[in-house]
């Protein structure tokens, strides 16, 4: 998923770009439609994560994992929660001064996170305009990342939280599985 909020770099005291920084997940805030659903972030999704100290999350460029920036194990990727959402700055390593000079002449505007929903860790109505909503109540934060193109679906992480989104779905509503992520695929409302 992604936020509108621009990454953006934080630097040293000697005036050199050293970090970014920017929100991974803004509470409260619809996503752009997910094939058959939207769905929004809850202010509690993340509170799980954090009490275990966010363990084994890593930052990636555009989620691929031949472009790690830093990692919460390594104490390179920070991550705090506050009213408006998972709050994330990333210290990249010197290899990845690219990724710095994209965030920082404004190519890469935006930021995602990759989860697994908890068991009964989601709920589903429906958005203002009569179409299905997943609200994320309690998920285990897997990565952040200041991405290009904010729609993440070749995302290993983005194919189990897609396929769990289905699942639950289909509870929800009580059909078939296949029948519903037949009609997501093909973009049709239940």
């Known amino acids: 998923r992604f936020t509108k909020f621009p990454p953006e770099i934080r630097t040293r005291p000697d005036g050199l770009p050293s970090t970014i920084y920017g929100y991974a997940a803004a509470f409260g805030k619809l996503s752009r439609k997910l094939g058959g659903f939207v769905e929004q972030v809850d202010t509690l999704a993340f509170n799980e994560s954090k009490t275990a100290g966010f363990p084994d999350v890593v930052c990636r460029y555009n989620h691929k994992d031949d472009q790690l920036l830093g990692t919460t194990y390594a104490r390179t990727l920070k991550l705090a ?99 519903v992520r037949s009609r997501v695929n093909d973009g049709r409302v239940l």
């Not at 203002?128 to 679906?153: G, H, K």
Request: aromatic share 10%; hydrophobic share 40%.
């Open 81 to 179: 929660i506050d009213e408006t959402g998972l709050a994330y700055e990333v210290e990249p390593p010197t290899a990845r001064a690219d990724v710095l000079e994209y965030v920082q002449r404004g190519d890469v505007r935006h930021s995602s996170f990759a989860f697994r929903v908890f068991p009964g860790g989601d709920e589903w109505g429906l958005s203002e305009f009569n179409y299905p909503m997943r609200t994320l109540m309690s998920v285990q934060l897997v990565d952040v990342a200041p991405v290009l193109d904010p729609a993440y679906p070749d995302a290993t992480a983005g194919a189990r939280a897609m396929n769990g989104a289905v699942e639950s779905l289909a509870l929800w509503v009580q059909g078939d599985v296949e029948e």
